[in-house]
């Protein structure tokens, strides 16, 4: 079975662009949550998906946007790009549809997409 | 607020010896607790898992330990070996309910721990 899928692996950018990442979920995953590492905060929660709802939001700006897709394919945004904003972004899949307590839980990610803002 | 801590940034381990892993956590409502391994510019790879119900969760040569009074679960590995050698992170997340339904997805990291298994 495949896993997660992040397109592209990398991307270089300069401030005030925008960008759009893509995530395609293991098969017969439903739910999508993305997070951001960086050095100095680590691994930081952005937002998840399931059935093209958002069902949570990290502490981000709203220059940070996602959606998903009726196939679970899911992108993220972030608009007018801050050096900040340099950080490898990671998708993650969730919700196989069985198994007992707990297995709704377990995220499998992806390779991530690494952003530089120059 | 840090709700997830990982206090040592660093763990040096000889081959074949046991290599523990410590996290603290401070939020209640964690109710389920992951363990990860990444590799530089890669993704976190899942190692195992433990709910709040358990204390004791094992998996081939990894055992993760949960002290809920205490808020704090450890990684046991036994035997190590060189290819453990990572960037271990502890997870925890909580089921939240929101407009959009009830969430399960979001996963609060600590920072980290870096495992060398010297042979």
């Known amino acids: 079975k495949a896993g997660v899928t992040q397109t592209p692996r990398y991307l270089i950018k300069t401030r005030g662009q925008q960008v759009t990442l893509s995530c395609s979920p293991i098969?017969?995953?439903?739910?999508v949550s993305w997070y951001q590492q960086t050095p100095g905060q680590g691994l930081q929660f952005l937002f998840e998906y399931f059935s093209e709802t958002q069902r949570n939001k990290g502490n981000f700006p709203g220059r940070f946007s996602g959606r998903q897709f009726s196939n679970s394919r899911s992108e993220m945004n972030v608009s007018t790009l801050e050096l900040g904003d340099s950080a490898l972004y990671l998708c993650?899949?969730?919700?196989?549809?069985?198994?007992?307590?707990?297995?709704?839980?377990?995220?499998?990610f992806g390779a991530g997409t690494r952003l530089s803002v120059l | 607020d840090q709700q997830v801590k990982q206090n040592s940034p660093s763990l040096s381990v000889q081959e074949g010896r046991i290599s523990i892993l410590n996290c603290d956590y401070t939020n209640s409502m964690f109710d389920y607790f992951l363990w990860y391994k990444k590799y530089p510019a890669e993704g976190p790879t899942f190692l195992i898992s433990?709910?709040?119900?358990?204390d004791k969760n094992e998996d081939g040569r990894f055992t993760v330990f949960l002290n809920k009074s205490a808020k704090h679960l450890s990684l046991h590995i036994v035997p190590s070996q060189p290819g453990d050698s990572a960037v271990y992170f502890c997870a925890a997340s909580g089921t939240q309910a929101n407009a959009g339904g009830t969430s399960y997805g979001k996963l609060t990291f600590g920072q980290g721990t870096i495992l060398t298994v010297h042979p």
């Open positions: 433990i709910s709040s119900i358990k």
């Open positions: 098969s017969g995953h439903r739910s």
């Open positions: 993650a899949s969730s919700w196989p549809g069985q198994g007992g307590y707990g297995t709704k839980n377990i995220q499998y």
